[in-house]
T-cell receptor, first 113, second 112 residues
Framework: AQSVAQPEDQVNVAEGNPLTVKCTYSVSGNPYLFWYVQYPNRGLQFLLKYITGDNLVKGSYGFEAEFNKSQTSFHLKKPSALVSDSALYFCAVRDLGDDKIIFGKGTRLHILP | DGGITQSPKYLFRKEGQNVTLSCEQNLNHDAMYWYRQDPGQGLRLIYYSQIVNDFQKGDIAEGYSVSREKKESFPLTVTSAQKNPTAFYLC???????????FGSGTRLTVV
C-alpha cells in the first residue's frame, strides 16, 4: 500500500534563510508526487508535481522539490523564505494506476520576521 | 473562471440531523473526491467518484453518503450516524491520473 510521511509537525525558519520541508514516500510502482499549501480556512493549493523527468521540479512562488528515488524522498525547498510562506504544507503521492492520492499529515511552516 | 465551489462555507448541525454539503465543478473533470480534515490528522478520504453514477468508499465512509447524478456535482450528506462530524470538509476534482487535484475552499461543519 502506498503511504507518505512528513516527519516534522512544524518547521521554523528565519525570513531570508533557506527552507526545507521533508517528505518520504512508499509505493509499489513509480510514484506521482505532489506538494500542496493550505492557508487558514482555505482549500489546498497546488505547488508542484513530479511525474517523470528531471529530479528537480520547480513550482509556484519560488518553491522547488527534489525527487530522490534511492531515498524515496521528495523534499520541498526554497532558497529564501518569506513571512508570507507561513502556512500548512502537504506532501502527497499517487501510485501508478491508482485512482486516488494519499496525503501526508502536513507540516506547519513558520517564517519568523 | 473554472473551479470548484463548495457551499456553504460554514454549517451548523444539531445532534441527530442530516446535512448536505454541496460541491460543484465546471472544470469538466471526471473524478471527484471528498476529504475530511481534522487538526494533526491530515486529509482522510471519505468517498470518491471516477464517473457519473458510480462512487467508491474511502477510508472513513461510515456515517456519510454521496451521489453522482451529474458530472459537475458531488454532494456529501453527513448523516446522524456520524458520531463526530465536526470537521473541515474538502472537495476536490481531477482530470485524470497524471494530474493532481483541484480543491474547493472547504466547508466547516460544527455540531451544536
Amino acid at each position: 500500500a502506498q503511504s507518505v510521511a512528513q516527519p516534522e509537525d512544524q518547521v521554523n525558519v528565519a525570513e531570508g534563510n533557506p527552507l526545507t520541508v521533508k517528505c518520504t514516500y512508499s509505493v509499489s510502482g513509480n510514484p506521482y508526487l505532489f506538494w500542496y499549501v493550505q492557508y487558514p480556512n482555505r482549500g489546498l493549493q497546488f505547488l508542484l508535481k513530479y511525474i517523470t523527468g528531471d529530479n528537480l521540479v520547480k513550482g509556484s512562488y519560488g518553491f522547488e522539490a527534489e525527487f530522490n528515488k534511492s531515498q524515496t524522498s521528495f523534499h520541498l525547498k526554497k532558497p529564501s523564505a518569506l513571512v508570507s510562506d507561513s502556512a500548512l504544507y502537504f506532501c502527497a503521492v499517487r501510485d501508478l494506476g491508482d485512482d486516488k492520492i494519499i496525503f501526508g499529515k502536513g507540516t506547519r511552516l513558520h517564517i519568523l520576521p | 473562471d473554472g473551479g470548484i465551489t463548495q457551499s456553504p462555507k460554514y454549517l451548523f448541525r444539531k445532534e441527530g440531523q442530516n446535512v448536505t454539503l454541496s460541491c460543484e465543478q465546471n472544470l469538466n473533470h471526471d473524478a471527484m473526491y471528498w476529504y475530511r480534515q481534522d487538526p494533526g490528522q491530515g486529509l482522510r478520504l471519505i468517498y470518491y467518484s471516477q464517473i457519473v453514477n458510480d462512487f467508491q468508499k474511502g477510508d472513513i465512509a461510515e456515517g456519510y453518503s454521496v451521489s453522482r447524478e451529474k458530472k459537475e456535482s458531488f454532494p456529501l450528506t453527513v448523516t446522524s450516524a456520524q458520531k463526530n462530524p465536526t470537521a473541515f470538509y474538502l472537495c476536490a476534482s481531477s482530470m485524470d491520473r497524471n494530474y493532481g487535484y483541484t480543491f474547493g475552499s472547504g466547508t466547516r461543519l460544527t455540531v451544536v
